[in-house]
């Protein structure tokens, strides 16, 4: 009887539906392996893995904690560059129309591409990961919270011209408020590009030494053949990029959870 | 030019705007961008302290009209005054303007007292003074008990009324409604369109009301405009003599059947001519 409503309440489905595919895989995973006696250097087992993992935990967190450090960081110029971008576009059609293409071109550009040439302009390491991920993430923030702030309410637009509301009110009152939904959108899909930029930065990049990220861990534990720890770095970052996206999703869920159709149910 | 002088010297001669002039319509015409001719030569006076009532077929420009009286479009032709002044005079004693629009038009992500608050804090009204205007205007629309929830939690005649209570804390002498109960069931608007009229007698207020309906229109006002539609133009206005204090017994007493009678006729006759 418990159980039943248990399983009716729907957080805890969210959390356990997904942790039960979870345990369904990997324990088939582990059985195929074993049964068809796969060798560890073609596809380990997810004991093997988690074996690897905890015997490389100290240098495989180090590199984690420097890879998370490139991708906060990016995040953050993406958030920062890409809001006053957004406000600036806003500002008038000819800006938007003058500087959207350019945001465009930065999104299509593929960042293995201009990686190598951002590395050798911006000599110091840390700095030129953060910027070719900054590229990555950019674009999502800006072009959502363009979208956000255009999106407002016709009527809303009315009531605050005819109580003279300034510009400036508009805008905090108004704009902001209808933008959120879709900047919380952009950050969303912005905080996992910023990983992935990260990460193919570094291994563009490849620089190793004591600072060097998860990247090359893999590009390390590639020419050693430890397919293990390949596997166990991998899982590092996959998990990092749901903490990522988790910790977006919560903030979304605690400034929306009140008004947006989004945070109901 | 003589002729011209002439014409408008007999338009002022039938109404001319005097001292109690709240709004004044001269010649008023609109043809918007894509060539809709919305409004054609409306005159229009509307005294301090009337009720009045604009009904018509949709798309006769009632709201175009409503919203250039709310200053949020200009005529294309022809002029409008606010208490005799050319523009609209900023917020002050005695001269303030609120406007209900058709749909509730609430901010989501704000609770019922912060959308009742809105048009205090655009115009900085005193904080003390804000908190007590707006528990006053939630106390006339019946929501005091609400004014934590957010508009989503509410039904759609509450929000309504919310919107209502916007408007209605701006304490204003001028008050613009665009078919507020337009989407309302016949009860709720019954029980609405009594609390306003009971509001509208114990202040000064001057109201301008858009709708539909013939039976609202003879319920509530003091002057009903009758407008017809393509091009959009006043047909007549018809004033309503009916009781000072209106109650549900208004509503099937003679003189309310007779006067929806003449504004039924008057709209029929219109559509008539037009065809
Ligand atoms: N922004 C606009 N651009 C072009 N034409 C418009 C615009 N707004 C209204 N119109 C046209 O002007 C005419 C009058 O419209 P209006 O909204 O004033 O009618 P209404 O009397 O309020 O009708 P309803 O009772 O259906 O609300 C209509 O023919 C409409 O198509
Ligand atoms: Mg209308």
Redesign the interface.
């Known amino acids: 009887m418990m159980r039943k409503e248990l399983l009716k309440d729907p957080r805890v489905v969210r959390i356990v539906a997904p942790f039960l595919v979870g345990i369904v895989l990997v324990g088939s995973w582990q059985i195929v392996c074993v049964a068809f006696k796969v060798p560890v250097y073609l596809v380990p087992t997810p004991l093997n893995i988690l074996q690897t993992l905890i015997a490389n935990f100290g240098s495989l967190f180090a590199a984690l904690l420097v890879t998370l450090k490139i991708t906060l960081l990016a995040f953050l110029c993406a958030v920062v560059l890409g809001v006053a971008m957004a406000f600036l576009l806003v500002q008038g059609r000819i800006i938007e129309v003058s500087l959207f293409p350019y945001a465009i071109l930065l999104q299509v550009t593929p960042v293995v591409a201009i990686a190598p040439l951002i590395i050798i302009w911006v000599k110091s390491p840390t700095p030129a990961l953060v910027v070719c991920a900054t590229l990555v993430a950019l674009f999502p923030i800006i072009s959502n919270t363009v979208l956000g702030l255009r999106s407002v309410?016709p009527?809303?637009l009315?009531?605050?011209?005819?109580?003279?509301?300034t510009r400036w009110?508009t805008l905090v009152?108004?704009r902001i408020?209808s933008a959120?939904p879709y900047f919380f959108g952009g950050l969303r899909i912005s905080c996992g590009l910023a990983l992935i930029g990260a990460v193919v930065a570094e291994f563009v990049a490849g620089t190793g030494g004591s600072g060097a990220g998860l990247a090359y861990q893999i590009l390390q534990a590639g020419f050693q053949l430890n397919i293990p720890l390949m596997f166990a770095a991998l899982l590092l970052i996959a998990t990092t990029g749901v903490a990522l996206f988790s910790c977006m999703a919560w903030l979304t869920h605690l400034s929306l959870r009140?008004?947006?159709e989004s945070e109901?149910g | 030019m003589l002729m011209k002088c002439q014409e408008i010297d007999s338009v002022v001669s039938t109404v001319s705007p005097d001292s109690d002039t709240v709004l004044f319509a001269n010649r008023v015409d609109k043809t918007y961008p894509n060539g809709t001719h919305a409004l054609d030569d409306v005159r229009l006076r509307i005294q301090r302290g009337e009720f009045v009532s604009l009904l018509g077929p949709s798309g006769c420009g009632k709201s175009t009209l409503l919203r250039m009286f709310a200053g949020l479009e200009m005529p294309s032709a022809g002029h409008l005054r606010w208490w005799n002044e050319p523009r609209m005079p900023d917020y002050r004693q005695g001269r303030s303007m609120a406007m209900v629009f058709q749909e509730a038009t609430l901010m989501p992500w704000a609770d019922v007292a912060s959308n009742v608050r809105l048009p205090l804090d655009l115009c900085k009204a005193g904080v003390e003074e804000r908190e007590a205007r707006v528990a006053q205007a939630l106390e006339l629309v019946g929501l005091s008990k609400s004014h934590k929830s957010y508009p989503r939690e509410l039904s759609g005649g509450m929000q309504m009324r919310v919107s209502i209570a916007r408007a209605l804390a701006m304490q204003p002498n001028l008050l613009l409604m665009d078919e507020p109960f337009g989407a309302l069931d016949e009860f709720t608007r019954n029980k609405l369109d009594a609390d306003l009229r009971a509001l509208w007698a114990n202040r000064d207020l001057t109201v301008v009301f858009v709708t539909h309906s013939i039976y609202e229109a003879v319920f509530l006002s003091s002057k009903v405009v009758v407008m017809g539609a393509s091009p959009g133009r006043v047909i007549g206005e018809v004033d309503i003599e009916g009781p000072a204090v209106r109650d549900e017994n208004f509503r099937v007493s003679p003189e309310f059947l007779h006067y929806c009678q003449v504004l039924s006729d008057l709209l029929t006759r219109a559509n008539v001519e037009h065809d």
């Open positions: 309410n009527g809303l009315n009531l605050f011209k005819l109580n003279r509301a009110q009152r108004l408020p959120l009140h008004w947006h109901m």
